[in-house]
C-alpha cells in the first residue's frame, strides 16, 4: 500500500509565500509523474502542476511564474513553492502521483489535501 501526505498549508495574507511538501510512502516499486491539484470553494477540481519522471513541468497559466513545483526522487517528495499568492489561489491544494509496479503498469493516487487561504 502506498500512501501521499501533503504538508505545509496555512492562512498567509495576498503577496506572501507558502511551500506546500508531499512524501510518497509505503511499498514503492517505482513512480512516473507527480503534480498538484487544487479544488476551490465552488469550483470543480484543476491541475495546477506536475512534473515527469525525467523533469518535464507543466503549469496552469493561472500560477505561470508565480508557482514552481519541484522533486526530491531520492526522498519519495514533491514541493510547490507558491509566491505571489492571490485570495483566488485559496484552495484545498492535492498531491497526486502516479505509482509504477513490477508488471509496468501504473496507478494514480492522491493525498487528502492540505487548505491554503489567502487573505486580500
Known amino acids: 500500500q502506498v500512501q501521499l501526505v501533503e504538508s505545509g498549508g496555512g492562512l498567509v495574507q495576498a503577496g506572501g509565500s507558502l511551500r506546500l511538501s508531499c512524501a510518497a510512502s509505503?511499498?514503492?516499486?517505482?513512480?512516473?509523474?507527480m503534480g498538484w491539484s487544487r479544488q476551490g470553494p465552488g469550483k470543480q477540481r484543476e491541475l495546477v502542476a506536475s512534473m515527469t519522471s525525467r523533469g518535464s513541468t507543466t503549469y496552469a497559466d493561472s500560477v505561470k511564474g508565480r508557482f514552481t513545483i519541484s522533486r526530491d526522487g531520492a526522498k519519495n517528495m514533491v514541493y510547490l513553492q507558491m509566491n505571489s499568492l492571490k485570495p483566488e489561489d485559496t484552495a484545498a491544494y492535492y498531491c497526486?502521483?502516479?505509482?509504477?509496479?513490477?508488471?509496468?503498469?501504473?496507478?494514480?493516487?492522491w493525498g487528502q489535501g492540505t487548505q491554503v487561504t489567502v487573505s486580500s
Open positions: 509505503g511499498s514503492i516499486y517505482s513512480i512516473g509523474a
Open positions: 497526486n502521483a502516479q505509482f509504477g509496479s513490477s508488471d509496468g503498469s501504473f496507478y494514480p493516487s
